[in-house]
């Protein structure tokens, strides 16, 4: 076909008077139900009316036929969520990590207070020392 440029230069008679072969048709809604394109670029591109274009769909759509619906999303959706997808899975990597280190240091001072005889963990229900008074100068 050619392009966008001439088809600016039709007349709104000359665009009535169109016919796309059937062929084109099922190719450009088959498109569509890939999303390979948008109805709004297939408007676009060709000066094609949305009415005729949906006319199409409901002709030749294989996924108007299976009674399935089609989920649009704009890209930049699409690309927000693999972002998002791809986040969580680098904090849900980073706190395994960290799991694994509080894992580690707290069976080092298990193991620290079996070797030493001595209790390392703090116990916060003790009462404090004497030299944690105030002093006085």
């Given at each position: 076909m050619a392009n966008l440029k001439d088809y600016e230069r039709l007349t709104l008679k000359e665009r009535i008077n169109r016919k796309f072969s059937e062929d084109f048709k099922r190719k450009k809604i088959s498109e569509l139900d890939r999303n390979l394109i948008?109805?709004?670029e297939l408007c676009r591109e060709?000066?094609?009316?949305?009415?005729?274009?949906?006319?199409w769909v409901y002709l030749y759509s294989t996924m108007k036929k299976k009674s399935l619906k089609q989920v649009v999303e704009a890209s930049s959706d699409t690309r927000k969520m693999q972002q998002l997808r791809d986040e969580n899975k680098e904090l849900q990597r980073i706190i395994g990590e960290k799991q694994i280190l509080i894992d580690f240091k707290s069976k080092m001072i298990e193991l620290a207070e079996k070797e030493y005889g001595v209790d390392i963990k703090k116990k916060f229900s003790s009462k404090p020392s004497s030299?944690?008074?105030?002093t006085e100068k």
């Open positions: 948008s109805i709004s060709h000066q094609v009316s949305r009415t005729s274009v949906h006319r030299g944690t008074g105030a």
